[in-house]
């Protein structure tokens, strides 16, 4: 599954055409018999509201590169890596074999600054549910803490989760340029077809709202 996408930084970053690359197989569900049993897919209510403007919204942090991620509300705690651009152009996935590793693109926004910094993850790999196996579950207001090099925690609020069909992905409202520091969290999602695989991509869209 592939997902037509750009990812948006504000400043002297142009916007650049790139593609999300799968992000789970499914094929422990099939080897299991779990299809029945897939990811937790996000309701209606907890999708996108009106921003409200910039209520609770903190100010941006100094650069400083990010190294773990955590959720507690869905028990995620896992460090992060940089990911880069293929020769295709789409995004590199982390490595599947890492169940509980996620990444971050690195020549985007960085956790923390403003603009609209990525973070993506497996959903499952061939042994079972990977790091985030259970967004979909997230509710809007959970808190979302990206540990930083220089020891800081940037700490985000959900605003929402949603899901998307991989054929009508929206890329602009997903990875457009943002005014304040904006965090995405993104797996694969949508539901599973036993010959194509997932069909979406579930997406979280957070806000800074605190540091420590």
Same mark, same amino acid.
């Given at each position: ?9 504000? #400043? ?8 999300? !690359?799968? /992000?789970?197989?499914?094929?422990? /569900? ?13 309701? &209606? ?6 921003? #409200?403007?910039e209520r609770g919204a903190a100010p941006a942090l100094a ?19 940089? /990911?880069? +651009? ?13 169940? %509980? ?21 497996? @959903?499952? %790999? ?19 803490? @990206?540990?930083?090099?220089? #020891? ?21 409202? @997903?990875?457009? &340029?943002?005014?304040?520091?904006? +965090?995405?969290?993104?797996?694969? #999602? ?10 979406? %991509? @579930?997406? !979280? ?8």
């Amino acid at each position: 599954m592939r997902t037509s996408a750009r990812f948006g930084r504000l #400043g002297d970053t142009a916007i650049a055409a790139v593609t999300v !690359v799968a /992000l789970g197989s499914g094929v422990w /569900l099939l080897g299991s018999g779990a299809v029945s049993h897939t990811p937790p897919q996000p309701t &209606a209510a907890e999708g996108r509201p009106d921003p #409200g403007g910039e209520r609770g919204a903190a100010p941006a942090l100094a650069p400083s590169l990010p190294t773990r991620i955590r959720i507690p509300a869905i028990r995620v705690d896992a460090p992060l890596t940089g /990911l880069a +651009l293929t020769r295709s152009g789409s995004l590199d996935a982390p490595p599947a074999e890492r169940k %509980n590793l996620a990444g971050w693109y690195e020549a985007g926004t960085l956790p923390g600054e403003r603009g609209t910094a990525i973070v993506a993850g497996h @959903v499952d %790999n061939a042994e079972g549910p990977a790091v985030f196996y259970d967004l979909g579950a997230l509710k809007r207001g959970a808190a979302i803490e @990206v540990d930083r090099r220089d #020891g800081t925690v940037a700490v985000f609020t959900v605003d929402a989760v949603e899901v998307y069909a991989a054929s009508d992905f929206p890329d602009d409202k @997903v990875y457009g &340029a943002a005014p304040r520091p904006e +965090l995405r969290v993104i797996t694969c #999602g949508g539901g599973y077809s036993r010959t194509t695989g997932y069909q979406g %991509n @579930v997406v !979280v869209f957070a806000h800074l709202t605190g540091s420590r």
